[in-house]
Nanobody, 119 residues
């Protein structure tokens, strides 16, 4: 099993910044992908950004140039630096860890952290 603990959400004004952190523990393989997804009220959960243990990244078009994902493999921790936030970024942000074991996909989720962008 894998446990994910998120931190760093909160209330911020439009144009502001926040940094989210997610620490993973448990049965973590050396090759995995960690990332962030978000879900706004009444909407489906959507990808924000992912970063593989090898370094490759993937961003949603809506956050490119504003958000940066990074990770510390030694600490099994992933970060999301969010700049130039807009009200449209308001959502619950979920940390995700995906790994492949014996040809089976395993996805683990954090409990979510609320990000609210409002004046």
């Amino acid at each position: 099993q894998v446990q994910l603990v998120e931190s760093g959400g909160g209330l911020v004004q439009p144009g502001g910044s926040l940094r989210l952190s997610c620490a993973a523990s448990g049965s973590i393989l050396s090759i995995n992908t960690m990332g962030w997804y978000r879900q706004a009220p009444g909407a489906q959960r959507e990808l924000v950004a992912t970063r593989a243990s090898g370094g490759s990244t993937n961003y949603a078009d809506s956050v490119k140039g504003r958000f940066t994902i990074s990770r510390d493999n030694a600490k099994n921790t992933v970060y999301l630096q969010m700049n130039s936030l807009t009200p449209e970024d308001t959502a619950i942000y979920y940390c995700n860890l995906h790994q492949l074991l014996q040809f089976r996909n395993y996805n683990y989720w954090g409990q979510g952290t609320q990000v609210t962008v409002s004046s």
